[in-house]
């Protein structure tokens, strides 16, 4: 990955029934989710987290996480990485990924690359 700076900040919106397509973590930086509109549920670590509009969570490197948007309504968040060495071309790649599976399963090792590319390691068993 290029060099970037001392941290990196995107919205993020996220469809109703929307979801990480694996659980995983990254070694690189931290990342920092601080809720705009709705609420998204994390599992970070094993423990369910809700992130409403005003409210936070900080992933810590090398912890497994994923979220999924189960609400009735859209949501957005930023989301804070620090360094900032990931930003959002990754969710421009897995949204081509799980757009290109038309409405099935994406492809595992698709999702893999797009991952790994990006400074994540995608978790054993994927399923959050």
Request: some cysteine; proline content about 7%.
């Amino acid at each position: 990955m290029a060099e970037r700076g001392s941290l990196t900040v995107f919205e993020v919106h996220v469809p109703i029934g929307a979801r990480v397509p694996a659980p995983h973590s990254h070694d690189g930086f931290e990342e920092t989710i601080f809720g705009l509109r709705g609420t998204t549920r994390w599992t970070v670590d094993g423990s369910e987290i809700l992130v409403g509009s005003g409210e936070s969570v900080c992933i810590r490197r090398g912890v497994v996480h994923g979220f999924v948007n189960d609400s009735d309504d859209e949501t957005t968040f930023l989301a804070i990485a620090s360094p900032g060495v990931f930003g959002p071309e990754y969710f421009h790649e897995i949204g081509a990924v799980l757009g290109s599976a038309g409405g099935g399963p994406p492809d595992p090792g698709a999702v893999a690359d797009v991952m790994r590319r990006h400074g994540l390691t995608p978790a054993d068993g994927g399923r959050l």
